[in-house]
Nanobody, 125 residues
Framework: QVQLVESGGGSVQSGGSLRLSCAASGYTYRNYCMAWFRQAPGKEREGVASIDSDGSMGYAEFVKGRFTISQDKYKKTMYLQMDSLKPEDTAMYYC???????????????????WGRGTQVTVSS
């Protein structure tokens, strides 16, 4: 059974940084894609950043230059380093993973089969 558990969320002031982690268990696909999504109150869930088994990455335009996605394959953990945070980054952040294939770099939610419960990020001005 695949489980994704996010951690690292919290409250920071504008300009601050946070590092999110997503620990995967039971996830054994050799070719895969994992991603971070976020959902703010009253808004649609949107893709933030993605990474596949080859290390290729994708980023939403609104986080380019501020957020960095990475992974530790040995620890089966994905990270999202968030710098220069803005109040509009406030949202619940979710980790997602596909069922093998690794075609989710474009962050279409339909490509992802496994989801974590989320970790809250709040940025105050």
């Amino acid at each position: 059974q695949v489980q994704l558990v996010e951690s690292g969320g919290g409250s920071v002031q504008s300009g601050g940084s946070l590092r999110l982690s997503c620990a995967a268990s039971g996830y054994t696909y050799r070719n895969y894609c994992m991603a971070w999504f976020r959902q703010a109150p009253g808004k649609e869930r949107e893709g933030v950043a993605s990474i596949d088994s080859d290390g290729s990455m994708g980023y939403a335009e609104f986080v380019k230059g501020r957020f960095t996605i990475s992974q530790d394959k040995y620890k089966k953990t994905m990270y999202l380093q968030m710098d220069s945070l803005k109040p509009e980054d406030t949202a619940m952040y979710y980790c997602a993973a596909d069922r093998g294939g690794g075609y989710g770099l474009a962050m279409d939610q339909r490509d992802f089969d496994y989801w974590g419960r989320g970790t809250q990020v709040t940025v105050s001005s």
